[in-house]
């Protein structure tokens, strides 16, 4: 195995800031993301997420960090700071306590949560172009809210868009109910990726779960790669 190192960063600086709607919020990572900087994290919650993270105010968070040598991790801040000139700057203490929590969602949490016979948990993680996403959050929002919670964060952003992360759950009074909502959640998930032009999954891959509307958003390659496929095996 050959591995690729990277230098611990001289200097890095994170803060949070608090934006008034999600789209001026996406509006400000796509603006980072065009202007060629690389943030060590950039992440944005909408309203019920933000809610979730312990903000009290209302709006959408914005976790954002830069790092490098000392005079580019500066830099890089203050353009950081331009773009969100829309949001009201929340200090470093949002980054701090993203560091801190990042990993709280362990198992003892999520079976917490999964006590009752009825319950489901999962994410869904798809992505698009930045024009598609403040609808795309919005029509998969809608679907997996039939389970009660559906929380949404933007990352691993693009120039040209960036991935939308759902976590959504639910409980009910039996498993046949929980499993016919769980399923009616991705029914809707997938349906608007396909009718906005999103891509079904962004990197947790197809799976059983994705394998029925995979070569619906393949279209005519999806046929392609079959008969590569097909024709591999059989030789």
């Known amino acids: 195995a050959v591995l690729r190192l990277h230098r611990l960063p001289e200097r890095v600086l994170g803060r949070g800031y608090l934006f008034p709607a999600l789209e001026t919020g996406l509006d400000a990572m796509r603006e980072v993301m065009q202007a060629g900087l690389r943030p060590l994290v950039l992440r944005l919650y909408d309203a019920d997420d ?5 903000v009290a105010e209302p709006g959408c968070l914005l976790v954002v960090a830069v790092a490098g040598p000392a005079a580019v991790a500066l830099a890089e801040a203050e353009l950081v700071a331009g773009a969100c000139r829309q949001a009201r700057d929340l200090g470093p203490e949002p980054w701090d306590r993203w560091q801190r929590h990042r990993f709280d969602l362990g198992p003892e949490r999520l079976l917490g949560m999964l006590e009752s016979p009825g319950s489901f948990l999962d994410t869904i993680e798809v992505a698009a172009a930045w024009d598609r996403l403040p609808g795309l959050h919005a029509r998969i929002k ?3 809210a039939v389970g009660g919670v559906a929380l949404c964060h933007f990352s691993h952003a693009y120039p040209w868009g960036c991935c939308g992360y759902f976590t959504f759950a639910g409980g009910v009074a039996s498993e046949e109910e929980a499993e016919a909502l769980y ?10 990726c ?13 799976g059983q779960a994705r394998a029925r509307w995979a070569p619906l958003e393949l279209g005519g390659w999806s046929g392609v790669w079959e008969r590569v496929r097909r024709a591999l095996t059989s030789s």
């Open 142 to 144: 809608q679907a997996l």
């Open 194 to 206: 396909l009718e906005v032009g999103a891509t079904i999954s962004h990197h947790h891959g197809v």
């Open 50 to 54: 933000t809610a979730f993270q312990g």
């Open 183 to 192: 399923l009616r959640a991705w029914e809707g998930a997938m349906a608007a």
